[in-house]
């Protein structure tokens, strides 16, 4: 699931300051909702903003490249609660029924999805459009769904159009990601888990009284834990994870040099409702069981289209590039084909300094033809034209948990 | 003698040369600052106009001129550590010095109670 700081792109030094006085404003207005770990992010520093109708942390007293590097080394803690948990029922207290239903609506292998695993889909709308970028949970007796905040409404009213006969609510929980080599034996420290749990594999389990499920799952290419839980016991649970030597809170500019690195998409920057599956090259998560041939070919809104775009319908894609040191190509920068002049061929959708990679890293949604060529590429960043190296994705090794 | 403006900068003249740098509540609110693009010496600048980019790790904000004059020396050891602008905003993170056109137009910037009271 995308999400991150706002949109990285330029803004003057006046502007910025004005804009922080307008977050206070937006604050004390009160139009901003506010997550379970509010106060407890207020105490830890940190420095708020509002994301997706939310004020969250954009990072702490230590700073983003400290956060940054925390999850590589030892574990971060995300607060994650404005994501929204949507749990699915059907009269028949099966999860199958909500399975084949959600077929229709996201272009996964939902039916085979076993008890206790998650699966990363898309939502489309008819023209093949990302709605939103979603994880699916068999929870057993229902389907739970984690969807980006800013999506939430619109979600909850294109599932309830499309999907008759279901129950869909959304929960008051808390979310809170733990990601990082550290973070399974700092959420074990805390928590049993039943079992040996797996990337993309889901467990129930208690703390201080209090029913949660964990997932081991994430959005920063670390192992680690999403954790849903009451927000009663949120600050308790964050407390005592962070009470762990190298485990501290992180924010959502770390969060979003993380999942950039990891090479994995946000919502409204690398996606939106105008760009498709394969332009967004996410059509690793559409199976061959639903593509042209497969068992259940097509059979979701938006078929036709994505359909059309996998058999080489679709005139742009999603790469990584490098840049050189020092200057990230933010959201929005242009990329050319040749260092003066020229013609535009790309649009940068992601960028970000990259600790963990030594340079600055960026998403480049860009012609195909450029895409699987050699020829050089350019940014234009004030003016000038800095040279992009191409770089397979993810830019840091995954290193999910697939057992021992 | 230090000045300040609206937008975050501090001035020190020295003689007829003001050393320029970000106050230490803009590296604050800006977080980790990661590069820093400077004017080239000589380079005629004017009040409120734009004279460096600075990088932080969420953004890239303008900083703008805070007085009108020739570049006369920037801060080359920024290119190897930006940080510095976190760690001594007001000492080894200047950005540039100005051979500033008219002193006196020093006098319409805040002093440092003006400027303290502006952010606190």
């Known amino acids: ?42 105490a830890h520093g940190a420095r708020m903003a509002p994301f997706a109708g939310y004020m969250m942390p954009l990072n702490y007293t230590d ?19 404005h994501m929204a948990q949507l749990d699915i029922t059907h009269p028949s207290g099966q999860a199958a029924p909500v399975l084949a239903a959600l077929e229709g ?3 996964a292998n939902l039916i085979d999805l076993p008890e206790y695993h998650q699966r990363y889909g898309l939502l489309l709308n008819p023209q093949g459009g990302i709605l939103d970028d979603v994880m699916v949970i068999h ?29 869909i609510s959304r929960l008051q929980r808390a979310l809170v990601a733990v990601q990082g080599p550290a973070a399974a034996k700092a959420v074990a420290q805390l928590v049993s888990l039943p079992e040996e749990v797996r990337f ?40 005592r994870l962070i009470e762990n030597e190298g485990v501290q809170m992180a924010g959502l500019v770390a969060r979003d040099s993380l999942r950039l690195e990891a090479g994995l998409c946000l919502y409204g920057q690398d996606m939106d409702e105008d760009i498709s599956a394969v332009t967004a090259s996410l059509h690793w998560s559409i199976p061959k069981i639903r593509r042209k041939g497969g068992a259940r070919e097509a059979g979701f809104i938006g078929a036709d289209i994505t359909l059309a775009d996998l058999a080489g319908g679709s005139a742009e894609c999603r790469i990584g590039v490098i840049a050189p040191k020092g200057v990230p190509p933010r959201s929005g920068t242009p990329v050319f084909d040749s260092k003066a002049g020229g013609r535009q061929i790309g649009l940068v959708t992601s960028g970000s300094p990259a600790p963990s990679v030594g340079q600055p890293v960026a998403m480049v949604r860009i012609d195909r033809d450029f895409a699987n060529s050699d020829a050089p ?20 090794a995954h290193r999910f948990y697939r057992g021992s | 003698m230090e000045k300040f403006t609206q937008e975050h900068e501090w001035i020190r003249l020295e ?106």
């Open chain 1, 139 to 167: 929870a057993g007796s229902y389907v739970r769904m984690v969807v980006n905040a800013a999506c939430a409404d619109k979600d909850i009213s294109w599932l309830a159009g499309h999907l008759t006969g279901f129950g």
């Open chain 2, 15 to 120: 003689g007829e040369v003001a050393t320029i740098g970000i106050t230490d509540h803009a590296q604050s609110e800006l977080g980790d600052i990661v590069f820093v693009e400077l004017p080239e010496v000589g380079t005629k600048v004017t009040a409120g106009g734009e004279m460096a980019t600075v990088e932080s790790f969420k953004a890239a904000s303008s900083v703008y001129a805070p007085v009108t004059g020739e570049i006369v020396e920037i801060n080359e050891t920024l290119g190897d550590d930006p940080a510095q602008v976190n760690t001594e905003p007001m000492g080894a993170g200047w950005f540039v010095k100005i051979r500033l056109e008219d002193v006196s137009a020093l006098d319409e910037l805040m002093d440092e109670a003006a400027y303290l009271a502006l952010v606190s």
């Open chain 1, 105 to 107: 609506v996201i272009p």
């Open chain 1, 200 to 239: 993309l594999q889901v467990a129930v389990s208690e703390f201080d009284g209090q029913q949660i499920e964990l997932s081991r799952s994430g959005y920063t290419g670390e192992d680690g834990f999403e954790v849903s839980l009451p927000e009663i016991v949120a600050e308790g649970f964050v407390t």
């Open chain 1, 377 to 396: 590429v350019f940014a234009e960043v004030r003016g000038r034209r800095l040279p992009l190296t191409r770089c397979d994705m993810p830019f840091v």
């Open chain 1, 1 to 42: 699931m995308g999400i991150a700081a706002r949109n990285g792109s330029r803004s003057n030094f006046k502007g910025w300051m004005l804009e922080i006085r307008d977050e206070k404003r937006h604050k004390l207005s009160g139009e901003e909702k506010t997550t379970c770990l509010n106060d407890f992010h207020i």
């Open chain 1, 63 to 81: 700073g983003p490249l400290k956060e940054h590097m925390a999850c590589r080394t030892g574990a971060a803690v995300f607060d994650v609660s």
